[in-house]
């Protein structure tokens, strides 16, 4: 599916195997003024760009989703009880917040930079009590 001329975006229906889906071609510009052609399939019938608006919304969820299994552990809750996995996610989605509130407060573009961020003083601070605590024991021979 091509884009003529100065057209942006285009939507075009298709039927494979008796279900119908749309898709959408729409030019844009990147933040580096270049053009790109991002093309979409959807079962949906919007326009070009309410798909790449639909999109942009789901991937915001989708990165919380990574987020919340890849540096918090949502994956790995081994608690058998419902209530207790209940708790589990809660806790989860309490940190994720967390980390919300630390990236506006810290001017940090994504939770996890502020992940690497609480990683880096935890190990400074390690090596500082570290050091203190052999600088305390002084080594005779």
């Known amino acids: 599916m091509r884009l003529v001329k100065n057209q942006r ?6 039927l494979w195997y008796g279900h ?6 729409v030019k844009r ?9 991002v093309y979409q399939v959807s079962n949906m019938k919007k326009t070009a760009q309410e798909h790449v608006e639909i999109y942009r919304q789901r991937l915001v969820i989708e990165k919380v989703f990574r987020t919340t299994k890849q540096k918090l552990g949502l994956a790995h809750c081994a608690a058998r009880s419902l209530n207790k996995q209940k708790l589990y ?3 989860v989605f309490t940190a994720y917040a967390f980390l919300e509130i630390e990236k506006t407060k810290k ?10 961020s609480l990683k880096n003083i935890k ?19």
């Open 29 to 37: 510009k990147n933040k580096n003024g270049e053009y790109s052609i």
């Open 20 to 25: 119908n889906f749309f898709f959408s071609t």
């Open 9 to 14: 975006s285009k939507v075009v229906r298709g």
């Open 123 to 141: 190990s400074e601070h390690v090596m500082n009590k570290r050091s203190l605590l052999i600088g305390n024991f002084a080594y005779v021979a």
């Open 107 to 116: 001017n940090k573009l994504n939770p996890e930079s502020v992940v690497s």
């Open 89 to 91: 996610i809660y806790a």
